[in-house]
């Protein structure tokens, strides 16, 4: 194994493909066919097919379109979710939710609206169609 390969970390669902790292501060927009976590601070948009991880040291301000959203941080922003979306004890959401499921663990804190949809809709399909015009 050379010095520069990073080891992936095992998820429910497979490995991560993208890591923002606890002291790093990224600004702009993040598409990913592949999982995202984010363990330190992001602002603006993440668009993501497989899994987005808000570690509980991690913090999103803007809109998470995703598979998969697990929030163990903070997210002050809309999340689309075509599967699910899971807010584990002690992380904190502060906008509307949209998804196929939706958790919320004891211990979580949420403020804003629930949409439950089907699950299988697209990310694009989800963000439209919740989206006011």
Known sequence: MGIFVAEKKSLAHGAVDTIIGEK??????????????????????????????????????????????????????????????EIIKNGKVHGDLNGGKIVIED???YSGKVMVEGAGASVEQLAAESVPT
Request: net charge neutral; charged share 20%.
């Open 24 to 85: 790093a501060t990224i600004r702009g927009e993040i598409v990913s066919a592949g999982s995202v976590s984010i363990n330190g601070k992001f602002e603006g948009k993440l668009m993501v097919e497989g899994e987005v991880i808000v570690a509980p040291a991690g913090k999103i301000v803007g809109d998470i379109k995703g598979g998969v959203v697990i929030v163990s941080g903070r997210v002050d922003g809309n999340i689309y979710a075509t599967e699910r979306i």
């Open 107 to 109: 211990g979580a804190t």
